[in-house]
């Protein structure tokens, strides 16, 4: 067996020269190819870079929305509570008493013309009620007529 260097039975394998390989173009190609994937890197990362401020800024303008809704309700939670303690204080006895002589409402008796009914009719009940109507117009007229015909107001 020989090991030295140089009597292997594969051929070694050869670089082409500078003039072999036609010269700087494909050198030049390879340039720009590389100057090419730098740029797109730089693009891409400049690209996600700019959509990250602008999502922030999204986020950190609903974030302040958010808030100011939160106050907002904290508000009118208090409102809310606030009416229902003056509601509760302004049905007590003590605050109507108070309220009757601050304004001077004397209480009195309701008499009958004060008094009124309010009714609900059906549509069978409010047709009865109309002809009963117009039948008691109708009579009354002939009364008056005949009062005028016999002379007597």
Excluded: W
């Amino acid at each position: 067996m020989n090991i030295q260097p140089g009597n292997s039975k594969t051929p070694k394998r050869r670089v082409p020269s500078h003039s072999e390989t036609g010269g700087g173009f494909d050198a030049l190609c390879s340039l720009f190819a590389r100057i090419g994937q730098v740029t797109l890197f730089i693009f891409l990362f400049g690209a996600l870079f700019h959509t990250y401020i602008k999502l922030d800024q999204e986020i950190n303008g609903a974030e302040a929305g958010i808030r100011r809704i939160n106050e907002e309700c904290a508000e009118i939670d208090r409102d809310i509570a606030m009416l229902k303690t003056r509601r509760d204080d302004s049905s007590t006895l003590p605050f109507i008493q108070q309220q009757i002589a601050r304004f001077g409402l004397d209480l009195h008796y309701v008499t009958q013309d004060k008094q009124q009914d309010i009714r609900l009719y059906t549509n069978a009940q409010l047709a009865r009620l109309k002809r009963y109507y117009t039948a008691e117009s109708r009579l009354i007229v002939d009364n008056s007529s005949r009062r005028a015909q016999m002379g007597i107001r």
